[in-house]
């Protein structure tokens, strides 16, 4: 039996929302082993003179618990 977990993690990038999410996956890979999965849950963007100045995601980073 696999036991995962699931943390909330927000990412921002000033390319794409694409970019965003890539940037949530490199950054928690940093702390986080196991990653199974991203489930993008929010998008926006913000809006400066307006353009589109950052896009920003909020998702969910689910992985597997090591066993003891």
């Known amino acids: 039996?696999?036991?995962?977990?699931?943390?909330?993690?927000?990412g921002n990038s000033t390319v794409s929302f694409e970019d965003a999410v890539n940037n949530i996956v490199k950054e928690a890979s940093k702390?986080?082993?196991?990653?199974?999965?991203?489930?993008?849950?929010?998008?926006?963007?913000c809006i400066k003179n307006n353009q589109i100045s950052e896009y920003r995601v909020n998702a969910k980073v689910t992985?597997?618990?090591d066993g003891e």
């Open 63 to 65: 992985f597997g618990i």
């Open 31 to 45: 702390t986080i082993r196991n990653i199974k999965s991203v489930y993008v849950k929010d998008m926006q963007v």
């Open 1 to 10: 039996m696999s036991v995962l977990k699931v943390v909330e993690i927000l």
